[in-house]
């Protein structure tokens, strides 16, 4: 059964720097009315580094809305008109110093796809080659090692909140493992 969903109105509620909010009056499958609050954003992109050794380099930064020290992977919004792997290899030497030989591909996700149209590129990157990392103004993070093993038990834990974290490690530690 198709249960799309028609736009009947769009009303701007807020354009910021880096969302823009809209509420839309939609006509349902059934013909009723319904209202959806929807957050657009660019989107951005998330890169896990694992190194020879298995070790993921990590960031530690305070995220405001959960008032909270996050463990992240490497991560940033695209720009406009900016390719995602593009932006997988500038945020990882911007947040890490890090460049890396090889990039893979490990697909996309929606984090909120109830509300938000946003999507995340997520990327693993191996053959690393340190180097010095370049934040962003106003940027302030902290580069952390961890084993990929105990990031992936931090996952299954539920000890890693952020999705994109989440999911970039469980993907990096099957591929590392030979399961697809």
């Known amino acids: 059964m198709d249960y799309t969903e028609k736009t009947l109105s769009c009303e701007e509620k807020y354009r ?3 969302i823009y909010v809209h509420r839309d009056t939609v006509r349902l499958p059934d013909g009723a ?4 609050e929807v957050v657009e954003h660019s989107g951005g992109v998330g890169v896990i580094p694992v ?12 995220r405001y809305p959960f008032a909270a020290h996050l463990l992240e992977i490497p991560a940033g919004k695209l720009e406009p008109g900016e390719a995602p792997l593009e932006c997988a290899v500038r945020e ?6 890090f460049t890396a030989a090889h990039y893979t591909d490990l697909g996309r996700l929606y984090p909120s796809p109830g509300y938000c149209r946003e999507t995340l590129y997520i990327y693993m990157a191996t053959g690393l080659t340190r180097g010095q990392a370049h934040l962003d103004k106003g940027e302030f993070l902290d580069v952390e090692k961890h084993s990929l093993d105990e990031l992936y038990r931090m996952a299954m834990a539920g000890d890693l909140p952020d999705a994109k974290t989440a999911m970039a490690v469980i993907k990096a530690w099957l591929l590392q493992r030979g399961k697809d």
């Open 16 to 18: 910021g720097k880096i």
């Open 33 to 36: 009315e319904a209202v959806r």
């Open 51 to 62: 190194d020879e050794n298995g070790d993921v380099w990590c960031v530690r930064q305070f």
């Open 92 to 97: 990882l030497s911007e947040e890490t110093g």
